[in-house]
């Protein structure tokens, strides 16, 4: 069974920062696209940042220059560094993957951290 397990949530001021690992339990190089979203209450979930297997990376607009997807093959894990974090980055963050196997698309999600920006 594949999993997704993420941490890194808590509670920090504004321009704070922290960083969330999200651990996955099958092989880095079979997957296609790796993503980070969040979710606020009575919201849709939204995309935050995402990184493919050539390295192109995308960013929601509003975490540009304040926000940083990686990866690190070594730990089978994925990163979301977020710096400088404001009161609206509150949310359930979820980290996703796409994975390819013989012709056939899998996605798979974490269950989610906690991120709370408060005074």
């Known amino acids: 069974q594949v999993k997704l397990v993420e941490s890194g949530g808590g509670l920090v001021q504004p321009g704070g920062s922290l960083r969330l690992s999200c651990r996955v339990s099958i092989s880095m190089f079979s997957i296609n696209a790796m993503n980070w979203y969040r979710q606020t209450p009575g919201k849709e979930r939204e995309l935050v940042a995402g990184?493919?297997?050539?390295?192109?990376?995308n960013y929601q607009e509003s975490v540009k220059g304040r926000f940083t997807i990686s990866r690190d093959n070594s730990k089978n894990t994925i990163y979301l560094q977020m710096n400088s974090l404001e009161p609206e980055d509150t949310a359930i963050y979820y980290c996703y993957v796409d994975q390819l196997v013989a012709g056939n698309r899998y996605e798979y999600w974490g269950q989610g951290t906690q991120v709370t920006v408060s005074p």
């Open positions: 990184l493919i297997v050539s390295g192109d990376s």
